[in-house]
């Protein structure tokens, strides 16, 4: 399922992978998610760093924790205030000029992670922007 967004990624003009990453996310473990749903998460994700000012690059890596897959968003743009991180998941919340955000994107994106047993949070990237990790349980397979 990942591996057909991280064509459309691969694709991006904004987008960096690290070689092999597919592979990499291939082999976390199982996870059972809407695959619909988690395609959106990260499409919605993926759209509000290429729209944020000033982001050149996005970088997208995932890796097992334990018995989590844990994905993160990271871009080189001008970041989310500090005082705004606790808000950016509030429905209607947006930083965006008026008229173009709703401010429901990240909301739906916390509802979708909530859902499947996940958490999700923002921080200040490495790369000098915001970055979003998603940590989502993987199944357990033990008889």
Known sequence: M??????????????????????????????????QQLVQVLTNLLRNAAQAEGVRRIRLT???RDDALCLTIEDDGC??????????????????PVGQGSGLG???VHR????HGGSIGAFDSALGGAGFEIVLPLEDTTP
Do not use: C, W
């Open 106 to 108: 990240l909301s739906m």
């Open 2 to 35: 990942l591996s057909g967004f991280v064509t459309i990624v691969e694709n991006s003009k904004y987008a960096t992978l690290a070689p092999g990453q597919v592979n990499r996310l291939g082999r976390a473990g199982p996870l059972l998610v809407n695959g």
């Open 79 to 96: 970041g989310i205030p500090e005082a705004e991180r606790p808000r950016v998941f509030d429905p209607f919340f947006t930083t965006k």
């Open 62 to 64: 995932g890796h097992r």
């Open 112 to 115: 979708i992670i909530n859902d």
